[in-house]
């Protein structure tokens, strides 16, 4: 006898009982269904590309979690995020496409990262981006907010707050304390606040020979708090005379003034100046969405404004503002937690029964109500009646519709209703839910 390999699946990638793949296409749809409603179009990208082309941006970090290998004379990349590959498309499709550019993709990334808990190696991104040709309004950031609103709303969430920033503001106070050299690895510790505490920001800032007289005005500086419109107050109240800082905050004020135009609630979205994004091609507004709730989620939907997306392959100036929905690791996350629960076991509404030889009648059955909209299972085994109610009561089928010789015979059928056990009879040409 031959020795059998054991089943088993590598760490970091994820598979789904068929209860929880269904809540999990759920979310996906309504994710999608959500950007089509603000008109984004649909792209799909190859999961491979030419590591020449994909790696052309990536470093450090990045370039190491990639899944990378030669086939014949090509060198081939796996794609990480659904930023590069779009980049690549708009630089290679620039003649023929409309700008601003609206698109969404929904697709899996991959990245070789150190598995734990929550974390994956494959997993699903929803991204959408608005790209502009040489410039893009500000207008555009206001929007996505709406977006994530609606998102959110859809997936059934009321209390979660969409926090924003403009990097222009911090990169600006960087300037006006001498500091712009230090800039990007700033940002990056003050990213960190939320985790590590204040104390450790100062410790890292220390590290990096900050003057104190700067870190204590970089801390009092995100330490600035009160309501959207005091916080606004207070920024310009610094009287920082730098025009990095100016923008920032002109910036800032007009998304606020427009993000209200679209109508999200006050208690929905906040200003808040920790907020800083990791990747330093975000250059403006940025965005993080947290569940208030479940802050240790993390940031459930995050991105912002970047000045040029396609500057590797491209002399075209192409701005863009996106954000980006880490859908595998949400749902784990939210699962674990019990916060979204998998119990639908089958997207079946309907399971016609047959007890006789001839399936013509119920296959018919079973047309018609497809043709109705109706999902509609045939039990096309040769099992007892027994067998087969079990069957649909273990997987929670709403209806049963047993067609035997009898049936065929009175034209009439009747539908069980599985959950109350009520039945009604219908002609079999007339059957209605």
């Not at 050299?181 to 003050?190: D, F, G, K, P, T």
């Not at 505490?197 to 970089?218: C, F, H, P, R, T």
């Not at 639908?344 to 006789?356: E, G, T, W």
């Not at 109500?369 to 069957?391: C, S």
Request: glycine letters at 6%; hydrophobic letters at 35%; aromatic letters at 10%.
């Amino acid at each position: 006898m031959s020795k059998k390999t054991e089943p088993r699946t590598l760490a970091g990638f994820m598979e789904l009982m068929p209860n929880e793949q269904i809540l999990f296409e759920q979310m996906k749809e309504k994710i999608e269904k959500t950007y089509q409603k603000f008109g984004f179009l649909p792209l799909d990208t190859p999961v491979l590309e030419l590591s020449e082309v994909l790696l052309a941006k990536a470093g450090g970090e990045t370039e190491k979690q990639i899944y990378r290998f030669e086939k014949g004379d090509t060198d081939i990349s796996m794609r990480f995020d659904l930023t590069v590959p779009l980049s690549k498309y708009v630089a290679k499709n620039y003649g023929n496409l409309s700008f601003p550019f609206r698109r969404y993709q929904i697709g899996k990334v991959y990245r070789g990262e150190r598995t734990q808990k929550g974390r994956f190696r494959e997993f699903y991104q929803c991204d959408i981006d608005i790209i502009g040709d040489g410039e893009l309004s500000i207008l555009n950031d206001a929007e996505l907010p709406r977006v994530i609103y609606n998102v959110f709303k859809e997936l059934g969430f009321d209390d979660f707050t969409i926090r924003i920033n403009n990097r222009k503001i911090l990169n600006g106070l960087f300037e006006s304390l001498e500091q712009k050299e230090n800039s990007a690895e700033i940002l990056r510790i003050i990213d960190k606040i939320e985790k590590i505490g204040e104390q450790a920001v100062i410790e890292e800032l220390q590290k990096i020979d900050v003057k104190q007289e700067s870190i204590n005005k970089i801390m009092s500086f995100i330490k600035i708090d009160g309501t959207t419109d005091e916080k606004l107050y207070k920024l310009a109240e610094l009287r920082i005379e730098n025009q990095t800082f100016k923008q920032g905050l002109d910036e800032l004020t007009q998304v606020v003034k427009y993000i209200r135009m679209f109508e999200i609630p006050e208690n929905n979205f906040k200003v808040d100046l920790t907020i800083a994004r990791g990747l330093d091609y975000y250059t403006g507004t940025v965005y993080e969405t947290f569940l208030n709730e479940n802050r240790e989620l993390g940031s459930v939907c995050s991105g912002g404004r970047y000045e040029n997306l396609a500057e590797y392959y491209t002399n075209q100036k192409l701005p863009g503002v996106g954000i980006s929905i880490g859908l595998t690791r949400l749902f784990y996350k939210l699962n674990e937690l019990n916060l979204v629960c998998a119990n639908k076991k089958s997207i079946s509404d309907v399971l016609i029964i047959p007890m006789l030889e001839d399936m013509t009648v119920p296959i018919k059955i079973a047309t018609n109500l497809r043709e109705a909209g109706i999902n509609t299972e045939v039990f096309l085994n040769d099992k007892k009646l027994k067998a087969k109610m079990k069957y649909a009561d273990k997987l929670e089928i709403p209806y049963v519709i047993v067609v035997g010789e009898e049936e065929v015979e009175s034209g009439i059928v009747k539908i069980k209703d599985m959950k109350t056990g009520e039945e009604k009879e219908c002609k079999i040409e007339e059957i209605n839910l």
